[in-house]
């Protein structure tokens, strides 16, 4: 009996997957996994993510097995040999075709190709799906035909054709007939420690897989949802639905989140619930992200999106920026914040955009050094959402932030963690400090707690970026 391949990439769950709902309904599946640490650690993933991936893929297995799909592994060492890799199993299964999602940044768009070209050529039927987005890539372009480098009419235009069709839930494929082929052991979860020389967080942190992922929606909704937009930018209120490592690898799709929202907003995503519609929008962010990378791929290739900005002369600070990895500016929400992204796994949205601006501004430290650093350490580290989400900071990006736009941590700190409880849970050397004192500790307390004066003024480092910004733009 001929099988279907479906090989899972980013997308690690049964329920409303595109392309397992069509490899199951052509026959029996079997599934693929195939795991290229070399080539992730090469992209800076770090032991974060690559342990909560192990995790999800076991999660997987064991739904899999529940329905009789049994899920092949296998160990490559990088892209260029994914092809082979599929072609060897799917003559191992006598398998006639293969399945997989799309995925959008470069590399994977490259391998994809390879694998379609390598499949036609050995006479094997293979089909992708577009799963993670709403709207395939070049679906939504512009009046003049080219793809959106702003936000705000990509948004638009995505609410406007947006069809009942494209949000309809794919079925979870039903058990089938036992097969001869069995599944095959996953590896020990120590391999991630011994290849990044790092342990990941507490796997508490971050329970895998898609049961966990739709409690976590299921939570957000019943208990922050409503509150989402007055609440989303205090980083010591729950205010969050911290699903973005689960839509990070697919454990939980784009289509369930927003059909829940449906559910809880009248049937209306744009309009309604100011807290739901605010985190709607969150999501269509993450798709503009993906179409930015498929339609401008040398954001893909570390190269800046507004092309002028690569002539910008970032500063060589390698003092300045071991302080901001490890949490010792001197300016005590970047640190909390930092403190909090390496203990963690990940940091809150709000002091994303404050930490990236003090590296890129303050600092005026090459935005690419931090987002390899937010990499190596995010839990949800996703190319498309951390590289635009950099760009936007540095205002090297699509939608960026005005150059002139350079944010105060101080005055960031005391608006959103007005009593400074954020900054004393992740700097306990500041705790004992009247909270007023937190934001910015007095010069004279500095000898007595082990706490850093700040490394740079606030004034004089906005001064310099602007300099450096306008001596761009009379060079153009």
């Known amino acids: 009996m001929s099988v279907n391949l479906m ?51 076991a999660e997987l297995k064991q739904a899999l097995e529940e329905r009789n799909i049994p899920l092949l592994y296998r160990d490559i060492n990088d892209f260029a040999e994914t092809a082979d890799a599929l072609l060897a199993i799917a003559r191992e299964t006598g398998a006639s075709a293969l399945h997989f999602n799309h995925e959008y940044p470069l590399d994977e768009k490259q391998r994809d190709r390879a694998v379609v ?28 035909g080219d793809f959106y480098s702003v936000f705000t009419p990509f948004s638009k235009a995505w ?45 508490d942190l971050w329970p895998a897989g898609e049961d966990a992922a739709a409690d976590r929606l299921a939570r957000f909704l019943r208990f922050r949802g ?15 639905s911290e699903l973005s490592p689960y839509l990070a690898l697919g454990m939980i799709s784009h289509r369930q989140c927003l059909q829940a929202v449906l559910g809880e907003n009248d049937g209306t995503l744009a309009e309604g619930d100011a807290g739901l519609v605010a985190w709607v929008n969150e999501l269509v962010w993450r798709e503009f992200y993906r179409h930015v990378a498929a339609g401008f791929p040398r954001v893909c290739r ?29 300016y005590p929400i970047v640190d909390a914040a930092m403190r909090q992204l390496v203990t ?20 005026l430290i090459d935005w690419r050094q931090g987002e390899a650093f937010f990499m190596r350490h995010l839990v949800d580290g996703e190319f498309c959402a951390n590289n635009g989400g950099w760009q936007w900071a540095a205002s090297t990006g699509t939608d960026a932030a005005p150059y002139f736009r350079i944010f105060n941590p101080t005055t960031q700190s005391l608006r959103f963690d007005a009593d400074g409880e954020f900054i ?27 706490y850093p004066a700040p490394i740079v003024e606030h004034k004089a480092a906005r001064l310099r970026a602007l300099d450096a910004f306008k001596r761009l733009s009379s060079s153009s």
């Not at 955009?353 to 303050?362: E, S």
């Open 344 to 363: 963690t796994g990940w940091m809150h949205n709000r002091l994303r955009m404050v930490t990236a601006m003090f590296l890129t501004k303050h600092l």
């Open 117 to 144: 070209e390598a499949f036609k050529a050995a006479d094997l039927a293979v089909a992708g799906h577009h799963d993670a987005i709403a709207f395939a890539p070049g679906e939504l372009l512009t009046g003049k």
């Open 424 to 450: 004393a849970k992740w700097l306990p050397e500041l705790a004992e400090l009247p909270a007023k004192q937190r934001h910015a500790p007095p010069m004279d307390m500095f000898s007595s707690v082990d």
């Open 302 to 330: 570390h190269r800046a999106f507004q092309v002028d900005t690569e002539a910008l002369a970032w500063r060589d600070d390698e003092a300045g920026f071991a302080a901001w990895c490890e949490g010792r500016t001197g």
């Open 159 to 203: 609410h406007r054709q947006l069809s009942a069709e494209r949000l309809a839930l794919s079925d979870a494929p039903t058990a089938q007939k036992r097969l001869s082929i069995t599944s095959d052991p996953l590896p020990d979860p120590a391999d991630i420690t011994k290849a990044t020389n790092n342990t990941a967080v507490a796997s």
């Open 226 to 240: 409503r509150r989402y937009a007055q609440q989303r930018d205090y980083p010591m209120t729950a205010g969050t």
């Open 7 to 57: 090989w899972f990439r980013s997308d690690l769950r049964l329920h409303d997957n595109r392309a397992l709902e069509a490899a199951a309904r052509h026959g029996p599946v079997v599934a693929v996994y195939l795991r290229s640490l070399p080539h992730w650690q090469r992209h800076g993933h770090g032991a974060n993510q690559l342990d909560f991936r192990a995790r999800s893929v």
